[in-house]
């Protein structure tokens, strides 16, 4: 029997104009755009639908993501389709837990919105960085970095493309002794800050503060944790692995594998952009992977699926 995957991609996947076409065309989705906005005192409207000079300063990327990928979600699980597990990349895996029935959709919102603030004030602008490392293992870059301080994995994304993070002198540093040793390329990212380093385990301390006044209700459906690639089917551990996962490796491929490896053949990235398709390419071009980023992919989608 096929089993089905929701997925939903990071920060660096937002764009202008994303889910308008959800909020022009279906109330359940507007009803959520409307009431993100309420609830963070922001115009939600402007910032996801307008070109605008916020949209990619983290404060403001996470809520409005994490808004609009929730938002579609709402219109695909109204054609009758359904996860028999979800994961996110990093900030999606809030969308995750929220589709798994773990928190109220308004939680999460207001979740990522405190979390944007906490990572943009853990590190100072220019201390620290990150970049992406291509044409290497996991394996090979840990081998090179070992011993290095102020230099972690930020991301195990998918065969060939691994992210660095940390200080911005250490990750100079490694970027070029990972050159020397065979990496294709290796990236500076545009972001506001070391992303998954141990420079924002104060962040991840100060967000378990946060997750402790927010109400979790038991998954009707497991979620893939970052922190360890392993099904969550306790939402009492949820707390825990969202304050610690700030901190920590992303283990997306891992948690990739491991759906597979349970039966999962179909996966739907529901939101902006194909990112996580194209990792899926790298990890396992078998399965059957599905986009949902506009109005009109919905019904395509649910076509296929329940052919």
Request: glycine share 8%; hydrophobic share 40%.
């Amino acid at each position: 029997m096929s089993k089905i995957a929701f997925i939903y991609p990071g920060q660096g996947a937002q764009k202008f104009g994303m889910g308008k076409d959800f909020y022009e065309n279906s109330q359940s989705a507007k009803a959520l755009f409307d009431r993100a906005g309420e609830l963070l005192q922001l115009d939600m409207k402007a910032l996801c639908f307008e070109e605008n000079d916020k949209l990619d300063i983290t404060e403001y990327t996470q809520a409005a993501l994490v808004t609009t990928c929730l938002a579609m979600t709402r219109v695909v699980k109204e054609q009758g389709i359904k996860p028999d597990v979800t994961a996110g990349l990093s900030l999606g895996e809030y969308c995750a837990i929220a589709t798994a029935g773990g928190m109220k959709e308004e939680d999460a919102i207001c979740l990522v919105r405190k979390r944007g603030i906490l990572m943009q004030e853990a590190v100072p602008a220019g201390v620290g960085s990150m970049a992406a490392v291509l044409g290497m293992t996991g394996e090979e870059i840990e081998k090179v970095i070992d011993g290095m301080d102020g230099i972690s994995i930020a991301n195990y994304n998918c065969p060939g493309q691994i992210v660095i993070t940390g200080l911005t002198e250490a990750v100079a540093d490694a970027s070029e002794k990972l050159t020397e040793a065979g990496a294709k390329r290796v990236i500076p990212l545009k972001v506001s800050g070391p992303f998954h380093s141990a420079m924002l385990t104060e962040a991840g301390t100060k967000l378990g503060e946060e997750l402790e006044q927010v109400t979790l209700f038991p998954l009707h459906t497991p979620y893939v944790t970052n922190v360890t690639a392993e099904y969550v089917t306790d939402i009492q551990q949820s707390k825990a692995l969202l304050a610690t996962q700030v901190a920590s490796s992303v283990r997306w491929e891992q948690s990739i594998r491991n759906m597979i490896a349970d039966g999962v053949d179909t996966f739907v990235e529901i939101g902006p952009g194909r990112t996580l398709a194209g990792f899926m390419k790298k990890i396992n071009k078998e399965v059957k992977m599905y986009n949902i980023e506009t109005f009109e992919d919905v019904s395509k989608v649910a076509e296929q699926i329940k052919v």
